[in-house]
């Protein structure tokens, strides 16, 4: 709409300008007309009268010629006449000194002279018409006659003009705006509420304006665009469709592959002990076998039903994904407990273990038992990686989260050995289940994966560095409340 109006505004102002000036110019023509044509009258009168006077003056007396200029003024009222000598204009009280100059300088050359002059009652054309009186004296006839009517005529033609402007800016202002309107402000309207609706996802090529105009091809360059755009909609939906459809069956067929490694992983862990059990069972059953002998197979089926105890419990700790039981877990002392568990398998091994600084340590909200399998699975792995002995550090420190979304306090744990370090061929296998490089009886390769999980479902990330030959550092990020 503002378009309109800035439109109406433009060509009322050009039709006023354009009025205004030809008003200007055709009432000063006018003007001039009218003078010229009072002038004219003027002067035939003036010269007529002069050619009357002289022969009066001539064949009868002075008194006589002025008496007939008299006589004049009481035939008729509209022109004053009246006799004036030359000299007597010093005195002459109607004439400014400014016009008194100019008329005695007009006068002395003996040309007929014509001064508009403002009176008190309006305006006057004066016209001097001057006689020469046996070549000596030098007088004028003066002829007064006013311009009430032409000033009157004036008023009127420019009141007319005036009329006439704000009639037709009026009435051009109306049209501009109801045309405006219907041909340009509601098409441009329809044309915004559609780009609107077309920014809301609504894409359907409805818009028709009617007509032939630029405006109307652009409704339908609008119409084109949707057209295309609800195809290419159309094509990207039908893609995305596909492409989710192709990630399910990955994902399917990944569970698949995963549900595979893990009954084959099982199936090896346990067919093991199992054959071992079922061989010694069948000799018991079979052989005659001294007591010493029945005594030692059973111990052997024992440690064998021990090892496959411990899978299972393993599997369960793996399958049996709890989300986390937060409650504030007093970190100090839950790293001191784990030293001290830890301490004798670990002299066994000439390993020692190394707490470093916790007491800028507060309870944190955690799940205290998830945590503390994670830490015992590292450290038993860290112990394992150092079959010639060695120290296993932990560390651990809680740091500002800093300012933003991301304020939550981090506790970052790391533990790290100097053992044998993991091969980078290895390195990306050692969070998967049943991933072990260790001999049978002694590795399940559920350890890291099960520490994986627990991690994840507190909402941190672990991480790995480690050099072949030099030792492994599991670096543990968690996000956590502090709750004292
Ligand atoms: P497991 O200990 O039963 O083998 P894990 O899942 O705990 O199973 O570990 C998987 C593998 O990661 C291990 O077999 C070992 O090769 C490697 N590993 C884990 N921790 C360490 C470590 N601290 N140093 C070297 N290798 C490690």
Known sequence: MKLTIKITGVIFLVTTLLL????????RREIELFDHDMQHDAKLLGDALRRLIMNVWENSSELEAI?????????????????????????????????????????????????????QDGHYLHTFVPVQIEHVKLGAIE?????????????TTILHAVILIVGLLMLNGILLWLLGRKIVGRPLQRLVEKTRRISDGDLTADIVLGGNDELNKLAAS??????????????????????????????HSERLATVGRLASGIAHELGTPLNVVAGRAKLIVTESLTEQESKEFAAIIH???????????????????????????????????????????ARKNKVEIVLGEISHLTPMALDRE??????????????????????????????????????????????????????????????????TTKDIGIGTGLGLSIVHGIIEEHGGHIDVKSERGKGTTFIISLPVDSTT
Not at 20 to 27: A, P, R
Not at 326 to 344: G, N, T, W, Y
């Open 20 to 27: 205004i000036v030809d008003t200007t110019y055709s009432v």
């Open 67 to 119: 008496q007939v200029i008299d006589n004049l003024n009481e035939t008729q009222s509209n022109i004053k006449v009246r006799w004036i000598w030359f000299d007597d204009l010093k005195n002459d009280p109607f004439i400014s000194p400014a016009s008194r100059q100019f008329l005695m300088s007009i006068l002395s050359r003996q040309e007929t002279t014509f001064l508009n002059i403002k009176h």
């Open 143 to 155: 002829l007064s006659e006013t311009m009430t009517q032409r000033d009157r005529y004036v008023k």
């Open 222 to 251: 609008f119409n084109q665009m949707c057209e295309r755009l609800n195809e290419a909609r159309e094509k990207v939906r039908l893609e995305t469709e596909k492409r989710i459809a192709t990630l399910e069956q990955l994902r």
């Open 303 to 345: 440690e064998q039903a021990e090892r496959m105890t411990k899978i299972i419990r393993q599997l369960l700790d793996f399958s049996r994904r709890r989300t986390p039981q937060r409650s504030a877990v007093p970190l100090q002392m839950l790293l001191r407990q784990i030293k001290e568990m830890l301490d004798p398998i």
């Open 370 to 435: 998830q945590i503390q399998q994670v830490l015992i699975n590292l450290v038993m792995n860290a112990i394992q990686a150092m079959p010639a002995g060695g120290v296993v550090q932990i560390h651990a420190q809680i740091e500002d989260g800093g300012e933003g979304a991301s304020k939550e306090k981090q506790l970052t744990i790391t533990v790290s050995d100097n053992g044998e370090g993991i091969s980078p061929e290895h390195k990306e296998h050692i969070f998967e289940p049943f991933f």
